[in-house]
């Protein structure tokens, strides 16, 4: 008998272009969604998005609660909880970097009620995807969250933020190569779940950027534009595999666990990027996509080695022979390189001296 079955959640709205901050408000119209919203946002993007938002709101008749947060912690999630409660809020709206988007997701997964999520950076493939990464206890990965009923996209505040979040955002998707392999590789030898479509278009999304990747130049808006579609891309394969699979393999283990030797020092694409490098080399030595990815990550000002990500040499070896314990994820890794392993490959890609 046929079992299988399959519920994939997505975003009903997607809205990205020049100025289409000021359409939040319709966006809520044809969502039918009543009542007051939560803003969650965080210090930048509350002045360069969330309080014109606010004011486009006042001016239509509705009276938002804002919270701003300054970290991702479980801390946030219970005060946006306990704000969205004590403020009787119907709906939340993430205002922000990974950061914000973030806290909205699990605070609504948590309350039940739906969300917007209004990226103020195209710096990582969260934007629309029903996965929600906050930091808890040793483990930094992402969880089941409630994906955005809706995205608006203003491709004039992406491109106005800083350049490095835009480069992370497409390290971000250049990452997808290889978690697509470390995929692959799990499939054949742990029998994991797999999704060939949400793997192909995973794949696709690194791909067409990499193919447009002399458009994406700084204070291009256009860059903002093709960025974005990638995360949204590459969001949805997420939400397609029901899991970050498609989008986080060894890579990522790399970053999380940076996050925790070196915290606040890169940026969580910067770092992805630079995971993606050495992990290339561990799946195809020295005749296989490694310089592909350092070139594309080069070729848009994304970091390519330890030095320019801001980590010394030693914290890259440790994060790579440690990282495989972050969670249950089989990977290239497997269980775990040895030190010499670890030094080997950081250097003959050139991630350390
Ligand atoms: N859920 C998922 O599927 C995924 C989640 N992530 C998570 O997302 C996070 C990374 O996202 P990231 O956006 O880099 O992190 P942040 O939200 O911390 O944003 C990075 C920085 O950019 C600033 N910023 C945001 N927008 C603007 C703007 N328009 N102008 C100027 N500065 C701006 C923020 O300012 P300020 O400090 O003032 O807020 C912050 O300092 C990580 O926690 C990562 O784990 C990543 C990928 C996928
Ligand atoms: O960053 C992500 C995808 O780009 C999410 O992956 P994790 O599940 O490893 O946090
Ligand atoms: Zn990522």
Known sequence: MFEKSTWIRLPRNVVVGHGVRSEVVDVVDDLHLQGRPLFVTSPTPRTVAADPIAADFEAAGIDPAIVTIEKATFDAVERVIEVAEAEAVSYLVGIGGGKAIDIAKMASHHLDMGFLSVPTAASHDGI??????????????SVAAEPPLAVVADTGILADAPWELTTAGCADIISNYTAVMDWRLAQR????????????LSEMTAEILVDNADLIRPGLEESAWVVTKALMSSGVAMSIAGSSRPASGAEHLFSHQLDRLAPGTALHGHQVGVGSIMTAYLHGGDRGIWRDIRDALASIDAPTTAAELGIDDETVVEALTTCHRIRDRYTILGDGMNERAARDVATKTGVID
Do not use: C, F, I, T
């Open 189 to 200: 030898l742990k029998d994991v779940e797999y999704s060939e479509y949400a793997a192909a």
């Open 128 to 141: 629309v995807s029903n996965r929600g990464s906050v930091p808890d206890g040793d483990s930094r990965h």
